[in-house]
């Protein structure tokens, strides 16, 4: 285990976030090895799992999504075990899933092989013993974004307090292992996952934000669209019943979370608060990648893929492209979110700061006589890097991209995706750079981290 000084991190000055991709049983493994990876790192008498005990969001996809929901509701005692209680076993167990099987082929022909309590009824039994949002918001500060797809819109489906509200409709009621599955529920393997819409059954008012996004020439394409379904919502004559799939078909990293959060609360440290955002120095956004390399087999002949392996084939080619703009995207996101952050921080009066920041400081009674002194509102500096098979060697890659997207594995297959979790987490340069910079390695620290500003110094408040 690598340790860092308890001097060196005070509270809540580093702040972690992890986005798990899609990918199956595949995807919540590297996803529990990434996890692994961070509790081996930062360990001190405080943090007791190191690095995972400061992981304050997670967003989750598909597969990612298991781990996400398990990390976010239990914390991280959640993950003790869950190697032995969900990806070594069958959560193929009430699915249909054999193609040799006609009946099989024609439901996924038709729509989808499996309905939406198969795999819930799995994991729920398994892992969240009928646990909901509600649940999830009231034991655990871990703020857990679970993303589908809504496939009429063609847009992400965040599981969040405001898309619930245009929905009218109560996500605190809603259970967590039917998020899940509707955010694992890759196209012709599964029906699309139906909610229904109460128009009637409440007085939906847009949000000002909302209304902002939608009609502001500087949204993102992304905002728009997302305010658009919404709206949809809202309207009995575009939408009674919404359906939603595998969230990687849209968003396969989750990020359209942090997107709709940012312009919600119209401040510059969404999604954080403004206590957090005062005593933040570090912060790290980690995304999971648990894609196998192209499949290049029906390449090799004139014929294929046709039926089943064409619309396999089709998601996947959408799932990619997906991956690959939300990455870039979430990027962005991060680079203004960091400049804004630091010109919020130093546009604080010495009063509002001594009060946001208050006495809870690791340097208790002396800190607040001190927190001047202490105080650089400039020293903030964001992370954001990814984890994926080309961070392992190159036999490890290769047996990796033999791993199938299901939800069933070999015991030997899901231990090589837990270690190649471990690995590629470890020998990510932001990972490192983050960590190296919570040591106090800041020059070090810019070099190795893409994204890590260097910012300009300011001098403490009220000198």
């Known amino acids: 285990m690598v340790e860092i000084s308890d001097k060196t991190i005070g509270d809540g000055e580093v702040y972690v976030g992890l986005a798990f991709s899609g990918g199956g049983m595949r995807a919540s493994a590297f996803a529990y090895g990434m996890a692994e990876a961070l509790r081996e790192t930062g360990v001190t008498a405080a943090t007791p799992n190191g690095l995972l005990d400061h992981v304050r969001l997670v967003s989750g996809v598909s597969g990612g999504s298991v781990t996400a929901a398990q990390l976010g509701l239990w914390g991280p005692k959640g993950l003790d075990g869950y190697?032995?209680?969900?990806?070594?076993?069958?959560?193929?167990?009430?699915?249909?899933?054999?193609?040799?099987?006609?009946?099989?082929?024609?439901?996924?022909?038709?729509?989808?092989?499996?309905?939406?309590?198969?795999?819930?009824?799995?994991?729920?039994?398994?892992?969240?013993?009928?646990?909901?949002?509600?649940?999830?918001?009231n034991r655990s500060r871990i703020k857990t974004w679970i993303n589908a797809t809504?496939?009429?819109?063609?847009?992400?489906?965040?599981?969040?307090?405001?898309?619930?509200?245009?929905l009218c409709s109560d996500l605190s009621k809603f259970p967590i292992s039917e998020a899940v599955a509707a955010s694992a529920a890759f196209p012709l393997v599964f029906a699309p996952v139906v909610l229904e819409v109460h128009q009637s059954k409440c007085d939906y008012q847009e949000p000002d934000w909302l209304t902002a996004a939608r009609f502001n020439p500087e949204s993102t394409a992304v905002m728009r669209a997302h305010a658009r379904a919404l709206e949809s919502y809202a309207d009995p004559?575009?939408?009674?019943?919404?359906?939603?799939?595998?969230?990687?078909?849209?968003?396969?990293?989750?990020?359209?979370?942090?997107?709709?959060?940012?312009?919600?609360?119209?401040?510059p440290y969404a999604p954080m608060t403004a206590e957090e955002a005062v005593r933040l120095k570090r912060l790290l956004v980690l995304v999971a990648d648990a894609g196998v390399q192209?499949?290049?087999?029906?390449?090799?002949?004139?014929?294929?893929p046709s039926g089943v392996g064409l619309g396999?084939?089709?998601?996947?080619?959408?799932?990619?492209?997906?991956?690959?703009?939300?990455?870039?995207a979430m990027r962005s996101e991060i680079r203004r979110w960091q400049s804004?952050?630091?010109?919020?921080?130093?546009?604080?009066?010495?009063?509002?700061?001594?009060?946001?920041?208050?006495?809870?400081?690791?340097?208790?009674?002396?800190?607040?006589?001190?927190?001047?002194?202490?105080?650089?509102?400039?020293?903030?500096?964001?992370?954001?890097?990814?984890?994926?098979?080309?961070?392992?060697d190159g036999p490890m890659r290769k047996a990796l991209n033999k791993v199938p997207t299901r939800l069933r594995l070999t015991p030997e297959q899901v231990d090589l995706v837990i270690e190649a979790g471990r690995i590629a987490t470890k020998s990510t340069p932001e990972f490192n750079g983050f960590v190296q910079s919570l040591d106090g390695n800041a020059i070090e620290t810019r070099i190795k981290a893409g994204i890590a500003g260097g910012g300009r110094r300011v001098m403490p408040v009220g000198q």
């Open 83 to 137: 190697r032995e209680r969900y990806l070594l076993t069958n959560a193929e167990k009430y699915m249909a899933s054999s193609l040799l099987n006609p009946l099989t082929v024609i439901r996924g022909l038709s729509g989808g092989a499996n309905g939406r309590k198969t795999f819930a009824r799995y994991i729920d039994e398994v892992l969240f013993k009928g646990a909901t949002f509600g649940d999830l918001r």
């Open 340 to 392: 804004d952050l630091i010109e919020w921080r130093c546009a604080l009066p010495a009063s509002e700061v001594r009060r946001l920041r208050g006495k809870s400081g690791a340097g208790g009674k002396e800190w607040a006589k001190d927190w001047a002194k202490d105080w650089d509102c400039a020293d903030v500096k964001l992370f954001v890097g990814m984890a994926n098979f080309d961070g392992v």
């Open 150 to 166: 809504d496939i009429a819109n063609s847009t992400p489906f965040v599981f969040s307090p405001e898309t619930f509200d245009a």
């Open 237 to 267: 004559e575009k939408v009674r019943f919404v359906k939603l799939l595998d969230g990687g078909v849209t968003d396969n990293f989750g990020t359209t979370g942090l997107a709709v959060e940012r312009a919600r609360a119209q401040t």
């Open 312 to 328: 396999a084939a089709i998601a996947s080619a959408s799932i990619s492209s997906a991956t690959r703009s939300g990455y870039d």
């Open 294 to 304: 192209a499949d290049y087999s029906w390449t090799q002949g004139i014929k294929g």
